[in-house]
Every structure is written in structure tokens, then in C-alpha cells.
């Protein structure tokens, strides 16, 4: 059954480095004006070695740059003040005092403020994606997905974009565009040497993006190990009285050991080793060229083609520049170690929908225009996981209002299949089922379900109040209507030991609740629900004896009010049903009441016989 469902699920999506950039688009007119803003920031930076240089020149007697001397000409012929050397260093000083001091309050707001602002909208609008998402998708999925390795996934994308923003945005781009302006101002100075800059650059951001590419496939497969440890330790946690039951702590710990230490390695000898050896060779280019540059810089210095000025200008912006590379290296090593996790997150996204999704348009259940008299026909209905292996074969089965019918057969006979498909967790391979006359496939998939009502074998609870569990699929349901279905399911005899009574924190997975009391939680959420059509998958299954007949006393003022359909492996469950409905081998094979089955002396006969003597249906 797991393979054929395999097939059923869509072929794997992928993601791209365009993908990540979406992740962000709904800000992109206040992310393009706060990166340029940042980016400018950082090139005004480049106005306070270049005015040292010219106030050296200035002390040293030699000309500034002709730009400058228009600039204190002009203040001049505005002023009193004399052209000289005074009013140089004074229109240098307070051009330094304008991209320092008065600079300081405006930057963050302007910067910081915007990169974190958008990552975390990002993340609130992403988040609520995922939720929609998670409700979406087929329930294959996540047959098919462990609840640990989805969850990890989703975490690890959502933080590791909120992280990434900031960090890309408000510090790698302007970095690159300060460099950009570095080698703009050496340029304006000495063109040879701005070119050497260049080159020189180019080649270590080459060599590092080279580097950078082997590592991100590492951090693939890195991420892939994660994930199933991560899906491993959430199966341990959710199954931890069977391993303890079996004694299997020393089994589950040396496999979770041997995982471990498959990661550790792919982290420590290959990754990490890996940008160990890329820094180590940025570093030895960094200074062999920061050397070059010097002995190239004061050759020209020497030969008079710079002044002493623009020489200690260039010495330092190239400097600033190559002191970039660490931290350029260091922002896309941080990324190229996200950048896995970020993809797979939105291959989760990329998902497509169900057939099976409801809309998550939000409308209260007495806005819910359907209501059926609960008549259900069922034509030519036929499905199967894999197409070529079918599990019901021409099913023909009409159920008229009120009517109460059960399906009794053998494990793997069709019957939870044929509730999928009532459901719409599944639509049929050939066939129609109806109801009051109608496809069920042309109906609102989220208003026809408002109208049913199912009690699973293993009844799933919230953390929450009782009372919140109760009133689930109906949170308008007066007291008094949870009251009566309590009452009816026979909570009401529990209820009055929990400590807080209705408002009793039943814990994750209703821990704090036995198995026969959530089955009794189960049934009297969907009472709640007043639905048309009930639906009960095993429901007593869980219970003991004398609970089980308490259960079915309760269930018989049930009968007969609304159209009820009973999956059962005990036959007692159904003795009083109006139809009892047999399937073999995905076929129906025996249609009649307990009587006019046991006297037909066929399969109902033969599972009847069985339960007698004790032996097991299945």
C-alpha cells in the first residue's frame, strides 16, 4: 500500500536562488531604497581617507585636487574669508564632521531599521503561507513525510531568511558597492593601480566563489543527514512507550550515535575543512596583494606621477578594501551554509494542493448553506491507491435518510477506503458518490464536510481545555449542547474527576486522557457538530467491555436521527444497524440485517462464528 501511494504523490519540485529572492519581493521598493541607502554609507565612508590625504597635502605644501580648490574658491567669494590654507583645512574638517558626526543619528534608521523590518514582515507573511500550505497539502504527504523532518524544514527556512536579509541587504551588497567606489577613487588617482586593484580582487572573489559552490553541495547533503536525524528523534519522542516497552534505549541510541557521527564528519572534514583551506588562501592572497599594491603605489609616488597625499589615500581605500574580503567571504560562507535549508523550504512551498483542500476562507458554521436529509448513493464506485491494483471494484450501495448501515469485512477490504472517498480525502478512479442527488465533487468541499462528522479509531486531541476539544469542529455550541452530547457519550462520568473539569488542560495528544476516554471525547465532538451525516471508523475499538456497552447503549438514542455509517470489527457494534453491509476483496459480496445474514450462512456467517469462538477477524 505505501509504494502504490508513492506513486500517487507529485514528482519533486525544485527550487532556485530565484525562488529565495521572491521570499522577499512584496517589500521590494523599500529594499531597493535601503540597500542603495546602505550602499551610499558606505561609499561616503571613502570621503574621510580621501580629505586626510588632501589635508596632508595641504600641511606638507603641496596642491590639493582641483575639485577642492573650486569648492574653498567658492566659499571665498560668499565670505569674508581668505582662500588659504586655513579655510582648506577648515572646509575638509567640516566635510569630515558632515559624513561622521551628523551621519551617526540618520544611518540606522535608515539602514538597519528597513533590513530587519522587511525580514521580519517577510517571515510573519511566510509563516502564515506555511500554515496554509500544511493545510493544503493531500493527506499522501504526509503518509509519506514525518512530522519531525516537515517541521525541521520549515524552521530552518523561515530563520535561516529572516537571518539572511539583514546580513545580505544591509552588509554584503554595500560592502561590494564600497569596493566598487574604492576602485572608482584609485582610478581617478592612477588608472594602472585601480586596475591592479581590480584584478587582483576579482581573482580572490573568483577563487572564494569557486570554493563556495563545492562547499553549498556539501551543505546539501549535510542538510538531507539533519533532517533524518531530526525525523528519527521526532519518531523516538512520539513512540516512546514502545521503545521502552521493547527495551530498545541502547538500539535507538547507537543508531541516533552512528547518525551523529556521519554529520559530525561531513561538518568537520569536509565542510569546515573546506573553509578553513578557502580562508586560509584568501588570507595569503589578501596580503600579497596589499603588498604589491604598496611597492606600486610608491613607485609612482617616487617617480611623481601621485602626490604624498593621494598616496596615503590610495594606501588606505585599497586597504579598506582588501579588509573587505573577510567579511565578504565570511557573509557568503554564512550564506552558502543557508542556502540549502532556504531551497528546501521552498520546495515545500512549491507543493502542490491537494485535491482533497478545503478553503481557508474563514465563514462561521451557521453560515454553512447545505443541509442533506442524508440520503447517499453510491455508483459504479471504484479506486485504488495505484491505479492497476484497485481496493474497491463497481461498489453499488444505496443508503436511504436516517438510516443506519455498517461495513464489516476483513482488514484491507475497502471499508476506511470507501470513508476516504465519502470524505473527499481521495476522489474515485470511475464512479460517482451522491448525496441528497448530488455529486459530491460539484459541492464546496469545506461546507459539505461542515455536514459530516466522523469518530476516528485513534481520536486525535489538541493541547488544550477539554471544553476546546470538545467544541472543535462547533465553537458557537452553547453549554448546554456540549452538555448533552457529554452526557450521551458518556464523558460526563469522567469529567468530574478531572481537576478543572471542562476547563482541564488535556495535554499534547490528549496524554493526560486514557485511550477509552478520548474515544469518548471523539464521539461527543462530533455530536457537537449536529452533523447529517455520522461517521464511526472503529470508535468503540479502544474501549473495555463494560465501556463499550455503555457506549453502544448511548450511541442506540443516536440511531436513527441522522444517517450513521459504522466500520466495525466487532460484530456486537452492529448487531442494530439497518444494513450491514459485507466487503471482501474490495467487492461488496453480502447486503442484509444480522439476521438475514447469519442465516444466509456466508462471510457474515463465517466472521460471526469466528468472533464467537475468540479468533481474531483480521
Avoid at 19 to 46: G, H, N, P, Q, T
Avoid at 370 to 381: A, C, D, P, S, V
Avoid at 445 to 464: C, K, P, S, T
Wanted: charged fraction near 20%; charge should be positive.
Amino acid at each position: 500500500m505505501r509504494s502504490a501511494r508513492r506513486e500517487l504523490l507529485p514528482q519533486p519540485v525544485m527550487a532556485s536562488f530565484r525562488d529565495i529572492l521572491r521570499y522577499y519581493s512584496s517589500y521590494r521598493a523599500i529594499a531597493f531604497f535601503s540597500i542603495a541607502a546602505a550602499s551610499l554609507f558606505e561609499i561616503i565612508d571613502l570621503v574621510v581617507p580621501y580629505a586626510i590625504g588632501q589635508i596632508l597635502n595641504v600641511l606638507s605644501g603641496q596642491p590639493v585636487d582641483r575639485p577642492l580648490q573650486k569648492i574653498v574658491a567658492t566659499i571665498a567669494t560668499l565670505t569674508p574669508l581668505n582662500p588659504d590654507r586655513i579655510l582648506t583645512l577648515g572646509v575638509l574638517l567640516g566635510i569630515i564632521f558632515l559624513v561622521t558626526v551628523v551621519r551617526a543619528p540618520i544611518q540606522p534608521w535608515i539602514g538597519p531599521w528597513f533590513h530587519w523590518d522587511i525580514a521580519l514582515r517577510s517571515r510573519r507573511d511566510y509563516a502564515y503561507r506555511v500554515m496554509a500550505k500544511i493545510l493544503t497539502l493531500p493527506l499522501e504527504f504526509y503518509d509519506e513525510n514525518n512530522p519531525g523532518r516537515v517541521a525541521g524544514r520549515i524552521a530552518r527556512g523561515l530563520t535561516n531568511h529572516t537571518w539572511s536579509y539583514p546580513e545580505i541587504a544591509g552588509q554584503l551588497i554595500p560592502k561590494l558597492m564600497r569596493v566598487v567606489g574604492i576602485f572608482v577613487v584609485i582610478w581617478w588617482i592612477d588608472a594602472r593601480i585601480a586596475l591592479a586593484f581590480l584584478l587582483s580582487f576579482g581573482l580572490i572573489l573568483t577563487y572564494s566563489a569557486m570554493s563556495l559552490q563545492r562547499l553549498i553541495r556539501r551543505e546539501e547533503a549535510l542538510d538531507h543527514y539533519m533532517e533524518n536525524t531530526e525525523s528519527r528523534t521526532s519518531e523516538i519522542i512520539t513512540n516512546i512507550k514502545t521503545v521502552k516497552a521493547f527495551a530498545t534505549e541502547a538500539k535507538e541510541l547507537e543508531r541516533q550515535r552512528q547518525r551523529l557521527e556521519r554529520e559530525f564528519k561531513v561538518v568537520d572534514y569536509r565542510i569546515h575543512r573546506g573553509y578553513v583551506t578557502l580562508g586560509t588562501g584568501q588570507r595569503t592572497a589578501v596580503q600579497l596583494s596589499v603588498f604589491l599594491l604598496l611597492v606600486f603605489t610608491l613607485m609612482a609616488t617616487v617617480q611623481g606621477h601621485i602626490s604624498l597625499g593621494h598616496f596615503i589615500t590610495t594606501l588606505t581605500v585599497a586597504s579598506m578594501g582588501y579588509a573587505e574580503v573577510d567579511p565578504i567571504s565570511t557573509l557568503a560562507e554564512v550564506f552558502a551554509r543557508r542556502y540549502a535549508s532556504m531551497l528546501r523550504f521552498h520546495e515545500f512551498l512549491q507543493q502542490p494542493a491537494g485535491t482533497d483542500a478545503a478553503s481557508l476562507i474563514l465563514e462561521p458554521v451557521s453560515a454553512n448553506p447545505y443541509r442533506f436529509t442524508g440520503k447517499l448513493e453510491l455508483r459504479h464506485l471504484r479506486f485504488g491507491y495505484d491505479r492497476d491494483r484497485p481496493v474497491l471494484q463497481d461498489i453499488n450501495l444505496l443508503i436511504q435518510p436516517c438510516q443506519t448501515v455498517a461495513l464489516v469485512g476483513r482488514s484491507g477490504s475497502g471499508k476506511s477506503t470507501l470513508v476516504k472517498l465519502l470524505f473527499r480525502y481521495f476522489e474515485p478512479n470511475r464512479g460517482q458518490i451522491l448525496i441528497d442527488g448530488q455529486d459530491i465533487r460539484t459541492l464546496d468541499i469545506a461546507r459539505y464536510r461542515r455536514r459530516l462528522a466522523i469518530v476516528h479509531q485513534e481520536v486525535d486531541v489538541f493541547n488544550g481545555t477539554l471544553l476546546d476539544n470538545l467544541t472543535y469542529g462547533n465553537p458557537k455550541a452553547s453549554f448546554a449542547e456540549v452538555e448533552s452530547a457529554c452526557a450521551i457519550a458518556r464523558v460526563d462520568e469522567f469529567v468530574e474527576q478531572l481537576p478543572h473539569g471542562y476547563f482541564t488542560v488535556v495535554g499534547e495528544r490528549g496524554m493526560r486522557l486514557s485511550g477509552g476516554q478520548r474515544q469518548r471525547v471523539g464521539i461527543a465532538r462530533a455530536l457537537i457538530v449536529n452533523p447529517d451525516l455520522l461517521v464511526f471508523d472503529e470508535a468503540t475499538s479502544s474501549l473495555d467491555y463494560e465501556s463499550e456497552r455503555a457506549i453502544q447503549r448511548a450511541m442506540h438514542s443516536i440511531l436513527g436521527t441522522r444517517t450513521t455509517l459504522i466500520i466495525a470489527h466487532r460484530l456486537s457494534t452492529v448487531r442494530e444497524a439497518d444494513l450491514i453491509v459485507v466487503l471482501d476483496q474490495g467487492k461488496i459480496v453480502e447486503v442484509g440485517n444480522h439476521n438475514e445474514l447469519l442465516n444466509q450462512a456466508g462471510i457474515y456467517h463465517r466472521l460471526h462464528a469466528l468472533q464467537d469462538t475468540g479468533e481474531l477477524l483480521d
